[in-house]
């Protein structure tokens, strides 16, 4: 590989990571909010019953 | 309540801030920085590996205060924002470690070098990584496990400087080949790249850090919730 | 409690961890023998038949005590939790830092007398000068650093199933300097060197900061 390969390599192995590691936190997060909100639901349902 | 009203703009203030800081450090690093003399092209890497590494930094020092707070408070916001930072200090030493490897085998010939600096970052890398194996192998609410983490990870954190010492004394004694350094004394427009790059990664260990607190936080949440869950149906039964 | 009483206490309870360590020799013994297999193994390893012996050897030895120190110190208040010892302690007013220095110093008196037993052993496979005072105040310095840490950890290993293997994870990489150091203090000593000094002030120092900071946050562990 030549150096600009090696720069480029660098540069998307750095930027993939980001953004890779945002997805999957915002991904992780939606995911949460919705169990929660569905648990939240189901105990709110209780207590009025 | 200053500081309460500063961390509530987090989620206005830090994406767009990091997201054009990121814009620009790109543009600057691979278009408007000068071009090394003796390593070429390949040193523009300095702008993504330096950034990474101090941003690690940032984030262990943020876990490590965190875990100060938890012991002191016994408030589980604190241990859930330990963990949140752990998580980015993790992936920014690794990409430091990556960087350094992409930049190091055009210069040094091989992927990897037993510089002290680079050795020191693969071990805070596994001490930080034992520290989240620790802790995501108990429940989430254990308060033994939430302790003795914090314990383990403020001593990881101060035995940071003790093995850079020992390294640096070990590879003395051990002569090397002469190799190029990889930052000698920056130029005046290297430097001024070199610190934006900086701010900017920073910005995004920032940003990456609440928004790993905020994930560690709706997981406790939630494990509270299934707990009330399971009560009602016992009760219900 | 003041000081004087609890030192008298904390001199009651290395006395009874000592009792309690000959009474359930098991693991000792299991540490021991793991460590004598391991020397062996790494003698095939490595081909420590041969003259490169010296400059294995410190290496050898400290990863063998490291491996052995570390599974032995792993189980140190298993038996006290499982018997209600621990508990009853934690409720009595004597103080946790005496607890912990009571545990670690008799871990640190087992661990030498399986280390000196090594090395005298060693002195024999390998014809080196392997059993000086030099080299067993190095390895005194070096267990007292980490079995301070691992016996601390090993507080944090309790109620895990995979606790066998994580307290190696936790303690090693930490242990990174201690390494360094007494594999080089033992080599300089093994070759004769003058360059002790430097390698022995390094042990020393990360052995007292390991041993301080453990002290102080066993406390905190409670």
Redesign the interface.
């Known amino acids: 590989m030549s ?2 390969g ?2 480029f ?3 998307a ?3 993939a ?2 953004f890779t ?2 997805v999957i ?2 991904v ?2 939606r995911n ?2 919705s ?2 909100d569905e ?2 639901n ?2 709110e349902n ?1 207590d009025e019953v | 309540m200053f500081l309460n009203n500063i961390y509530a703009l987090r989620w206005k203030v830090l994406p767009p801030v990091a997201g054009v800081a990121m814009i620009g450090m790109a543009a600057l690093a691979l278009v408007t920085a000068p071009t090394e003399l003796i390593e070429g092209d390949v040193q523009r890497l300095l702008y993504v590996h330096l950034p990474s590494a101090l941003a690690s930094y940032f984030a262990f020092t943020v876990t490590a205060v965190c875990c100060i707070l938890f012991l002191l408070k016994r408030d589980f916001k604190w241990d859930s924002a330990a963990q949140g930072a752990a998580v980015v200090g993790l992936i920014f030493t690794l990409l430091t470690l990556i960087t350094g490897s992409l930049w190091g085998k055009p210069i040094w010939g091989v992927y990897w070098q037993w510089d002290p600096r680079i050795t020191t970052t693969l071990i805070l890398f596994l001490i930080f990584s034992a520290y989240l194996i620790a802790r995501k192998s108990s429940s989430l609410d254990s308060d033994k496990s939430a302790r003795f983490c914090s314990i383990y990870a403020i001593i990881g954190f101060l035995d940071i400087p003790l093995i850079h010492m020992s390294v640096r004394w070990w590879r003395t004694l051990h002569p090397q080949p002469i190799i190029a350094k990889l930052n000698p004394a920056l130029p005046d427009e290297m430097l001024l790249v070199t610190l934006f790059s900086v701010l900017a990664v920073i910005s995004v260990a920032a940003w990456f850090i609440t928004l790993g607190v905020e994930t560690e936080l709706l997981s406790q949440r939630l494990l509270k919730l299934k707990a009330i869950a399971k009560t009602n149906i016992s009760e219900k039964s | 409690m003041n000081l004087p009483t609890q030192l008298q206490i904390g001199g009651k309870l290395l006395n009874a961890n000592l009792k309690q360590a000959w009474r359930d020799k098991t693991d000792w013994i299991t540490a021991c023998m793991f460590a004598i297999t391991a020397l062996l193994l790494y003698s095939f390893a490595f081909n420590l038949t041969t003259g490169l012996v010296s400059s294995l050897l410190p290496g050898v030895i400290w990863t063998v005590f490291l491996f052995s120190g570390i599974f032995a110190t792993g189980q140190s208040f298993q038996q006290d939790r499982q018997n209600g010892i621990l508990d009853a302690l934690k409720i009595s007013p004597i103080h946790s830092m005496t607890i912990y220095i009571a545990k670690t110093l008799a871990n640190i008196l087992m661990l030498l007398l399986i280390e000196f037993g090594l090395l005298l052993g060693a002195t024999i496979l390998f014809s080196e000068p392997l059993f000086t005072l030099e080299l067993l105040i190095i390895v005194t310095i070096g267990t007292i650093g980490y079995t301070a840490l691992s016996t601390l950890l090993s507080a944090i290993n309790l109620d895990r199933n995979n606790g066998g293997l994580l307290l190696p994870v936790l303690a090693l990489p930490l242990l990174v300097p201690l390494l360094i150091a007494s594999v080089e203090a033992t080599s300089a000593s093994l070759q004769q060197e003058a360059s002790t000094t430097p390698w022995i002030l390094l042990l020393s120092l990360f052995t007292i900061w390991s041993t301080a900071i453990a002290t102080l946050m066993f406390p905190l562990a409670d």
Do not use: D, R, S, T
Request: charged share 10%.
């Open positions: 150096e600009i090696f720069l390599a660098g540069f192995v750095f930027w990571g980001m590691y945002l936190l915002q992780k997060i949460l909010q169990q929660i648990l939240e189901i105990i209780h």
